[in-house]
């Protein structure tokens, strides 16, 4: 129908509006079928899928979770070996950070960013594409050393000497450095992405103080991965070299330092608390203002600590050190600094406050997260200022007060709001509504189940339990608490558990949501839900932080693109004013052959310097693929 | 949702150059990210000097010539460098075609003295933790020098096919010259540190 009025250069001026919607969704469709699948560039399809796919590693680190807890419930359990159990505790920290936290922040931006900023697809959709691959091909190659018995065992952060030549015996810390190859090339591509698409496809009208909050939060994280990310990739890197090829780096006989692993890996790891952190911060932002029923207390504040936290989070790291023997002046910066975080996140805290006080919350299963979160995360960043002091450090490093510690941060801080968040986007992404209920259920059982896990272990810390031990002896006084806390875990697990179960019934038989089921004022409610392949049919044009609450009558739009090629407006870094018709490229195979490309090299680095050679001449050729000019609309000009 | 046209933006152009191109801002982010992988392997090299008694550790000092006659070559190729990316911009093709060409032996010419800079380093990469952090660092540029080859080449092959006539290959072409710029002036703090800080 649609061929016979669509020619070259046809315009969405011209047409009817069902015509736009046709023509739109010719041009921008993704096709059914296998191979369309695995050629698709659409945001929204990668982004379900890197959702989906670090959802899976959540269930799986749960799982991991659940057996350490089943080992420690009682005294000279004989459940899991040492041995295996060392890998289980490697495996659940490296796959929760670098295969769930991370990516499951950055596959939200996938998805909602684009749509937030009033635009069609992601800045470099088949990067995009490149690196949802190369995220899976990484957490397939650590899986699946797991279950072969080689998976890394040294922990999440790999210390040398014991991840080193020396004491490293075998391939697994290779698996664990090289995973890390993996995960944060795919991060650092999402994070280039987010940063262009921010800078370049704000609707027009966006200045800089009408980005919506969750968006600011994920530029400045993404600026975060661009600059930490680079320090642990040089990290592994050195570590497969000293491995593989007899380098020094970390040996001290040969002037190297042990030390230096330490700090390549803190100037990466103490961002990456943020990089998890600051998206949960932009997503309570986002609830907040939707369930409190008025625009954000303190916009300019807020932004403001999203990037006082961002740059304050790079002078952190040694805190992470003080029991190294540092020399004692470095050592009060670092709790100075250390504790200066505290103040963006004191302004924070009171901003949403303030903005409940003054609003009519409703009190929908998003909002409990919310008021999970604060409640939560506070305790956690007490025990942050208590641990940034260096003689309390010192007493309780290596115990389970700092297990405590951060998963109050990590789970209270980034995982409550992200299930928070999950409730109010799933009718975006599905088209159906989660169960309320089942929701109150859901968090009843997660928050209780949370608290009474993981408070006692402060307990347990103050009381000399060390991190990572299989086991311990029945006349330590640590019985009653640890089976406490496994009990508890399972509470924990049973929310998790309903939650899982409520997203997987609701996706098929939830109500149907309608485009803004929230009544929320940012632009991806502007559009059906789920969103169409084009994401708008006609461009949205802003004049405040709030758009559908601002035009309530009719949203303001800007129309001239063609309808026959793929077609998005780039604007200006500041003002967002138009400045060019820009093509975004269309579905192509060849991100998936240099993934795959990629992952062949890359693995076979772990046995032979020679793979760097050899491996990238058929990365070149798909990368050559990928990047030469075919016969479409997309490529004329 | 009811809609209201209240913007035309039938006129503005297919696409646009520097900061007007998505690719622009694309390349500085990698630039960035390569950037900050180069000032730390730099640093690891201050931090390795610092804890050592001498230094250059157990080595004589790198021979001078060959990371000279690399330096000298790419400060010198900055200059066509520039006059490609200004033909681009003036969207002349023709000369763009002769400097893509010039720009392609550009880059294969440091590659010569640099295949003589390792053997010039007077130290192997298993010798100790000095020879690690100056083979990582030249190891590292040379991957760039080749990185950027690759992609010079390809483009130079592009500008004489039919696609060499679009705009869009112009702005591909500048961003290719910003990015020659970065691996010269990527090189130049590597070439300081590893020739003339051991003779300070």
């Not at chain 1, 993996?182 to 370049?200: G, H, M, P, Q, R």
């Not at chain 1, 159906?432 to 896990?453: K, Y």
């Not at chain 2, 763009?96 to 295949?115: C, E, F, K, N, T």
């Not at chain 2, 500048?174 to 020659?180: A, I, L, S, T, V």
Request: proline fraction near 7%; include cysteine.
């Amino acid at each position: 129908m649609t061929e016979s009025v669509i020619g070259p250069d046809t315009r969405d001026a011209e047409l009817e509006r069902p015509l736009v919607d046709a023509a739109l969704e010719n041009t921008w469709a993704t096709a059914s079928g296998f191979w369309s699948a695995l050629a698709t560039v659409d945001h929204k399809i990668i982004g379900r899928r890197y959702i989906l796919t670090a959802f899976a590693f959540l269930a799986l680190g749960g799982v991991l979770a659940i057996l350490m807890r089943l080992q420690l419930a009682r005294p000279e359990a004989r459940l899991i070996g040492p041995d295996r159990y060392n890998q289980i505790f490697t495996m659940h920290g490296a796959n929760m950070m670098f295969l769930f936290a991370v990516p499951v922040m950055e596959a939200m931006a996938v998805y909602l960013v684009p749509l937030m900023v009033g635009t069609r697809n992601i800045a470099f959709p088949r990067l995009n594409a490149f690196s949802y691959w190369i995220y899976l091909a990484g957490g397939l190659l650590l899986w699946v050393s797991f279950v072969l018995d080689m998976g890394p065992d040294v922990g999440w952060f790999a210390y040398v000497p014991l991840s080193g030549p020396q004491y490293g015996a075998g391939k697994r810390a290779d698996i664990w450095a090289q995973m890390i190859t993996f995960t944060e090339l795919s991060a650092l591509a999402v994070a280039v992405e987010i940063v262009v698409t921010v800078f370049k496809q704000r609707a027009p009208g966006m200045t800089l103080d009408r980005i919506p909050l969750f968006v600011w939060s994920m530029l400045v994280t993404a600026f975060l991965v661009i600059l930490a990310m680079p320090s642990i990739m040089v990290a592994s890197t050195s570590l497969i070299l000293d491995r593989l090829v007899g380098t020094h780096f970390f040996n001290p006989a040969e002037g190297g330092d042990v030390l230096l692993w330490q700090h390549l890996f803190w100037f990466f790891g103490h961002p990456e608390v943020y990089i998890i952190f600051l998206p949960a911060v932009g997503m309570v932002s986002t609830l907040i203002v939707t369930f409190a029923r008025r625009p954000v207390f303190g916009y300019l504040a807020l932004v403001m600590a999203l990037i006082a936290t961002g740059i304050l989070s790079f002078g952190l790291w040694v805190h992470h050190m003080f029991v190294t023997g540092l020399p004692r002046l470095g050592e009060s910066f670092f709790t100075a600094s250390s504790m200066a975080i505290a103040i963006p996140a004191g302004v924070q805290i009171f901003c949403w406050i303030a903005t409940l006080w003054d609003g009519k919350p409703v009190w929908k299963t998003p909002l409990l997260f919310v008021i999970g979160f604060i409640f939560t995360f506070v305790i956690g960043g007490l025990s942050g200022v208590m641990v940034a002091s260096v003689p309390f450090d010192a007493q309780v490093h290596d115990t389970y007060f700092v297990v405590a510690h951060f998963h109050y941060v990590l789970i209270g801080g980034s995982v409550f709001p992200l299930i928070g968040g999950i409730y109010y986007w799933f009718p975006k992404i599905t088209g159906r509504m989660m169960s309320e209920p089942v929701g109150h259920w859901v968090f009843g059982l997660i928050f209780i189940g949370f608290n009474l896990t993981f408070f006692p272990m402060h307990i347990l810390g103050l009381q000399g339990m060390p991190r990572r031990i299989y086991t311990y002896q029945p006349d330590m006084p640590w019985h009653g608490l640890n089976l406490f806390v496994s009990a508890s875990a399972a509470v924990l697990a049973a929310g998790f558990l309903l939650f899982f179960i409520d997203a997987l019934r609701s996706a098929r038989a939830g109500l149907p949501a309608g485009a803004n089921p929230w009544d929320a004022p940012t632009l991806e409610w502007a559009t059906s839900s789920p969103p169409p392949s084009f994401n708008f049919a006609r461009i949205p044009v802003v004049y405040g932080a709030y758009p559908l609450w601002e035009q309530r009558e009719a949203l303001s739009v800007a129309d001239g693109l063609r309808v026959d090629r793929r077609e998005l407006v780039v604007t200006s870094l500041v003002a967002a004013e138009p400045e060019a018709r820009e093509s975004s490229p269309r579905n192509s195979i060849w991100p998936l052959w240099a993934a795959i490309t990629t992952t062949v090299m890359l693995i076979w680095s772990i046995f032979s310097p020679w793979a760097v050679v050899w491996g990238s001449i058929p990365v070149a050729i798909a990368l050559i693929g990928w990047f030469w000019p075919k016969r479409v609309p997309e490529d004329e000009a | 949702m009811r809609e209201r046209v209240v913007a035309d933006l039938s006129r503005l152009p297919l696409h646009g150059l520097r900061s007007a191109s998505v690719t622009w801002w694309g390349t500085l982010a990698f630039m960035l990210i390569e950037g900050t992988g180069f000032a730390l392997v730099i640093a690891i090299y201050f931090y390795l000097m610092s804890l050592a008694a001498i230094w250059p550790l157990n080595a004589p000092p790198p021979d001078l010539l060959p990371g000279t006659v690399v330096t000298i070559i790419l400060v010198i190729s900055l200059i066509p460098n520039y006059l490609v990316s200004s033909w681009a911009e003036q969207q002349d093709l023709r000369k763009v075609r002769i400097g893509m060409v010039v720009m392609s032996a550009l880059g294969i010419a440091p590659l010569i003295p640099r295949a003589f800079e390792f053997a010039a380093l007077n130290v192997k990469w298993d010798t100790n933790a000095y020879g690690s952090v100056v083979w990582t660092l030249l190891g590292l540029h040379t991957t760039h020098i080749i990185t950027d080859l690759v992609d010079t080449l390809v483009l130079t092959a592009l500008v004489f096919t039919r696609h060499g006539r679009n705009p869009r290959r112009f702005g591909d072409v500048q961003d290719n010259c910003m990015y020659w710029n970065f691996v010269v002036a990527a090189w130049l703090p590597i070439y300081g540190c590893i020739y003339w800080i051991v003779r300070l």
